[in-house]
């Protein structure tokens, strides 16, 4: 049995779907994983692959959910991201010419889901080897 907080998870990851099909948006994936490694959404809109992080919460949380995309949490989704490029077998044929970190909000209250979409959220910066990406 999924607890509370999974099902409003999956109520906010299917709002924000619905909202990227709404911008024109193509999803590929939604809960990509490999390993320890997951991405929430996976999309194409206009020749950009989007990567997104989607943060749910209920009215009155404490913090608002795009502030609970850290350091760690990018890191994570950019080694994330450059696993699922690589993958063998199975992987879409992709024709992109960038690749973009979003992060995607959903709060929902009394009046139905907010949402806000914070289109390149981060760029990821190359130091000198893929798992050094910050």
């Not at 949402?115 to 760029?123: G, N």
Request: with cysteine; proline share 5%; glycine share 8%.
């Amino acid at each position: 049995m999924k607890t509370s907080r999974q099902l409003v998870g999956e109520r906010g990851e299917q709002e924000a779907c619905d909202f990227l099909i709404g911008e024109g948006h193509r999803i590929l994936r939604r809960n990509w994983r490999s390993g320890h490694l997951e991405l929430d959404i996976i999309s194409v809109c206009d020749k950009v692959l989007h990567i997104v992080e989607v943060k749910t919460r209920s009215a009155g949380a404490p913090v608002r959910p795009e502030f609970n995309v850290g350091q760690d949490k990018r890191r994570r989704m950019v080694r994330a991201a450059n696993q699922f490029l690589h993958e063998g077998p199975g992987r879409p044929a992709l024709a992109v010419e960038e690749v973009q970190f979003d992060v995607l909000s959903v709060e929902f209250d009394r009046e139905g889901p907010k949402i806000e979409y914070y289109p390149r959220a981060f760029v990821p910066v190359y130091t000198g080897g893929a798992a050094n990406f910050r």
